[in-house]
């Protein structure tokens, strides 16, 4: 079935430092792809997302690219801020009902 | 942009009774989702539905009802409550498959 991997946490950087958070997926066909941020206390903000191999989703310093060779979809950020300490999720959809989370993936930034 | 409310950020209740948490949406989606999110078990599925009146059983329906009267407006409904169904739960809305879902704020609920 579908499933979706993310790599354990907490990631601990310090600001303006590189982040990547690895995600792979198992899926049939071609789902798309998404990454979520939750911030404490809150629920889920979609952060970015991509349809089809090759695309890349970008919003807010954050990029990801469908890499359909790999299963891939790693979150990766040039300059980490300490606003940016959330839990992030990677989701696919299986194209009919399901959004299939990943554990997520907290990150702390410190000044 | 998508706009999902959902009415209460913390709630209270005693075991036994009847819980509503209410989820209203304003961009005419088809499709809404019932989720719960807990510590280690990440989020799980309860009921989603898409069409009004129309309802289907996510991955963990026990426990838990859903009414869809209106379009808008999707209501998840714990039948007699207990002390396990304490958790996060959190309302989505899409426009169709394949596409995003937007989440609202979520509930803390606390069954005492």
């Known amino acids: 079935g579908n499933s979706v991997t993310q790599m354990e946490g907490p990631v601990t950087l310090s600001e303006e430092a590189f982040l990547t958070i690895n995600c792979t997926y198992t899926a049939t066909g071609y789902p798309s792809l998404f990454w979520y941020v939750q911030y404490p206390g809150e629920g889920l903000q979609l952060l970015l997302k991509a349809t089809k191999a090759d695309d890349k989703g970008s919003n807010k310093g954050f990029e990801a690219t469908y890499r359909k060779e790999t299963t891939s979809f790693h979150l990766e950020k040039g300059s980490v801020q300490v606003s940016d300490s959330a839990v992030y999720f990677c989701?696919?959809?299986?194209?009919?009902?399901?959004?299939?989370f990943g554990a997520g993936t907290r990150l702390a930034v410190h000044p | 942009d998508v706009k999902v409310t959902q009415s209460s950020r913390y709630l209270v209740k005693r075991t036994g009774e009847k819980v509503f948490l209410e989820c209203v949406q304003d961009?005419?989606?088809?499709?809404m989702f019932w989720y719960r999110q807990d510590p280690g078990l990440g989020l799980r599925l309860i009921y989603f539905?898409?069409?009004?009146?129309?309802?289907e059983k996510g991955d963990i329906p026990e426990g838990y009802s859903v009414s869809r009267e209106k379009k808008e407006r999707f209501s998840l409904i714990l039948e007699s409550a207990s002390t396990n169904q304490t958790s996060m739960y959190l309302c989505?809305?899409?426009?169709?498959?394949?596409?995003?879902?937007?989440f609202g704020d979520g509930t803390r609920l606390s069954i005492l």
């Open positions: 989505a809305g899409r426009t169709g498959r394949n596409q995003p879902q937007h």
């Open positions: 989701a696919l959809s299986d194209g009919y009902n399901k959004l299939i």
């Open positions: 539905s898409y069409d009004v009146k129309m309802k």
């Open positions: 961009m005419d989606h088809e499709n």
